[in-house]
């Protein structure tokens, strides 16, 4: 299970690491974190996914730089702010159109935008803005969400799984869309278990109002590593009925897990764009039962 990191994977991760250290300190410096990334590959169980090397490339950036591990901190605490001032009228919208749950998974989809550590912190809240304002044109698979339809309207337990800090914002409102369509389900979201990147955490979810209950994962990967979930976090994943799950990290570790996955995200790297045959930021609703 999960997408194991391949060479172009690997070199994009030491490349865009390594651009970093050498803003931080001397080649010198970076020469010697260069080493230790690679101990870091060599030493990693065979098959693991890019998000697995997450937690232990920021304390490599903060044992050797002093790097904050939270140095995202003020990326997140703009992007809650920017999506809460914005929920009135997404709201508005969600509702006005013919289909509110359509409407609200499209602007939870460019939500997924709000990535400082894919996009190597070229995000703008203008871009965003212009994306917010197309996002009834987006174009989804037509039959995966006649599926996610169905699965929704059985009711039982619905797990969604979070991916980005002010994108929850985004997910508070196709939960609530999700919610008062198909009021059967029983709604739970699941956070990163600590700092890790932008991610959302327990925080980011109470910023932006999260009304379900909230658990986290367990764990400082970004994305849902089957092996590393807290006992609470195993529990509602195997036990839900359907799970929505944000973000290319959960695509990443999750994907060939065989539960009833709903994959919802923004294109943003090129080994998506060659995996799924669409160029960058490409919205896609993948089934992992598909």
């Not at 939270?70 to 809460?84: G, P």
């Not at 600590?194 to 209950?213: H, K, L, M, S, Y």
């Not at 695509?251 to 995200?265: K, S």
Request: net charge negative; aromatic share 8%.
């Amino acid at each position: 299970m999960s997408i194991g990191i391949d060479t172009r994977c690997l070199l994009c991760h030491m490349e865009r690491n390594l651009e970093l250290a050498r803003t931080l300190g001397t080649e010198e410096e970076a020469m010697a974190f260069a080493r230790d990334l690679m101990k870091m590959y060599l030493d990693a169980p065979e098959g693991v996914s890019s998000p697995w090397f997450g937690p232990q490339t920021a304390a490599l950036l903060h044992d050797r730089y002093g790097l904050p591990i939270d140095r995202y901190r003020q990326e997140k605490l703009d992007s809650n702010a920017f999506v809460l001032a914005r929920l009135p009228l997404i709201r508005e919208k969600v509702a006005a159109a013919p289909d509110p749950v359509l409407a609200a998974l499209q602007f939870s989809i460019l939500g997924n935008y709000l990535d400082f550590s894919a996009l190597r912190g070229n995000v703008s809240f203008e871009k965003l803005e212009e994306m917010l304002s197309g996002a009834r044109d987006m174009v989804l698979d037509e039959e995966t969400y006649r599926a996610l339809r169905a699965d929704l309207k059985k009711g039982g337990r619905l797990l969604y799984l979070t991916d980005n800090a002010g994108e929850i914002g985004f997910d508070r409102v196709l939960a609530e869309t999700i919610q008062d369509f198909f009021p059967d389900l029983e709604i739970t979201f699941c956070v990163r278990g600590g700092i890790t990147q932008n991610d959302a955490t327990r925080e980011d979810a109470a910023a932006v109002g999260i009304p379900f209950p909230v658990i986290d994962n367990g764990n400082l990967v970004a994305g849902t590593q089957l092996d590393l979930l807290s006992p609470e976090a195993k529990e509602a994943l195997y036990g839900a009925d359907v799970i929505m799950a944000k973000g290319m990290a959960n695509v990443e570790t999750m994907l060939g897990c065989g539960l009833n996955v709903y994959y919802a995200f923004l294109v943003k790297c090129p080994r998506f764009e060659r995996r799924f045959s669409v160029p960058l930021f490409t919205p896609l609703l993948v089934r992992e039962r598909s």
